[in-house]
């Protein structure tokens, strides 16, 4: 039991600290990618997409109404 522990402890050691790497690394990918995405829609777009403030929605929405009638 006791060598079982001497020689297992380490290997899990080594094998969650592999694991903790690959995830850190694995996350640290996606996220430049993110940036790097978002630079280039923003390089196409001229800016970034601002979403319409309540007051207009509802201007949209009574003049729509409006519309159909």
Do not use: C, H
């Not at 380490?10 to 996606?30: Q, W």
């Amino acid at each position: 039991m006791d060598g079982i522990m001497q020689m297992g402890l380490p290997v899990l050691g080594i094998v969650a600290a592999a694991a903790v790497t690959f995830y850190a690394v694995s996350f640290n990918e996606i996220r430049e990618k993110s940036f790097r995405d978002l630079e280039d829609e923003e390089d196409e777009n001229g800016g970034f997409k601002t979403s319409l403030s309540s007051r207009k929605r509802r201007a949209r929405k009574k003049a729509d109404k409006q519309a159909k009638s």
